[in-house]
Every structure is written in C-alpha cells, then in structure tokens.
C-alpha cells in the first residue's frame, strides 16, 4: 500500500501506470490535502531540478587515475601445501579407526550357532523377467554411453590443456 506522498512523488516522475495517473490526478483535483501536498512536492522538485551536481576537475580524476596504475596489482597465492602435514593427518585418522576395530573385534565374541541367515524370500520365487525388459536395458546402455563420453570427454580436454 503506497503513501499519499509515494503516489504523488510517482506521479511527478512519471513513474506511475495510466490508471494510478488518473487516479492521482482526480484525488488532487478533490481532495485539498492532496491538492496541497502536491503543490509542496511539486515546489521541492522544481528547486531539486535547479541544483547543479558537482563533478570533480579533470585534474582530480586524472590524478586518482594515475594513483590507481601505480597500485601493486594482488598477486595470487602460489603456496605449496607441506605433503607431510596431509599425511600426518591421515595416518592418524587411519590409527584411530583402526584402533577402534581393534578394540571391537577384541570384545566380541564370534559364536554363529544360532544365527539364522533367513532373508524372508526365496530367490526362486523372484520373476527377473518383468524388472529386465529390452527397454530396462537400452536405458541402462545409454546412460552407459553417456557416462563414457563425459569421460573421454573431460580426458581429452586435460590431455589438450
């Protein structure tokens, strides 16, 4: 919802559609608020317009210029990573999580006696037919094709570069 002041501001700049226009236009021809406002409005963008905008010399803007080209340009980051801090992280990862199947396989006890290996179905009773069918495969096959195009793909363009 626009302000009084907003649709008058629009309506001077010429910002507003045909319909707010007339709208904007019969409420300053009714209404005396509106009517004044407009009036105040109208005087302060009339005294907006006679303002001349101050630009800086041609020296001045010269003289940043030539400030700007004698600046050191930033120059990337061209550290080497130290190799042996990336594998002292890992051999250390790779400790811990051996040590914790160390600790679980020392705890456990390996007794399958009563282990029943039941998965609810029996693979025989599974109709393979209706899941492999030649458009099962064809799709299957395209996006094979697919993949290794990206492949040879991105392999040719490192080989180029």
């Given at each position: 919802?626009?302000?009084?002041?907003?649709?008058?501001?629009?309506?001077?700049?010429?910002?507003?559609?045909?319909?707010?226009?007339?709208?904007?236009?019969?409420?300053?021809?009714?209404?005396?608020?509106?009517?004044?406002?407009?009036?105040?409005?109208?005087?302060?963008?009339?005294?907006?317009?006679?303002?001349?905008?101050?630009?800086?010399?041609?020296?001045?803007?010269?003289?940043?210029?030539?400030?700007?080209?004698?600046?050191?340009?930033?120059?990337?980051?061209?550290?080497?990573?130290?190799?042996?801090?990336?594998?002292?992280?890992?051999?250390?990862f790779i400790c811990f999580?051996?040590?914790?199947?160390?600790?679980?396989?020392?705890?456990?006890?390996?007794?399958?006696?009563?282990v029943k290996f039941d998965?609810?179905?029996?693979?025989?009773?599974?109709?393979?037919?209706?899941?492999?069918?030649?458009?099962?495969?064809?799709?299957?096959?395209?996006?094979?094709?697919?993949?290794?195009?990206?492949?040879?793909?991105?392999?040719?363009?490192?080989?180029?570069?």
């Amino acid at each position: 919802m626009m302000t009084m002041e907003e649709e008058i501001w629009d309506y001077i700049d010429g910002n507003s559609s045909p319909e707010q226009a007339l709208s904007v236009q019969a409420k300053i021809a009714g209404d005396p608020a509106y009517g004044s406002l407009y009036e105040e409005l109208l005087a302060i963008n009339a005294q907006m317009n006679e303002l001349e905008l101050e630009e800086p010399s041609m020296s001045f803007t010269r003289n940043v210029m030539e400030q700007v080209k004698l600046e050191i340009a930033p120059v990337s980051m061209k550290t080497k990573v130290d190799t042996r801090i990336i594998y002292s992280i890992a051999a250390f990862f790779i400790c811990f999580i051996l040590a914790i199947l160390g600790y679980i396989l020392s705890n456990s006890t390996f007794d399958f006696t009563n282990v029943k290996f039941d998965m609810g179905f029996q693979m025989e009773h599974i109709d393979f037919g209706k899941y492999v069918t030649p458009t099962s495969i064809k799709i299957f096959l395209f996006v094979d094709l697919l993949l290794a195009l990206a492949f040879i793909d991105s392999y040719l363009r490192r080989r180029r570069a």
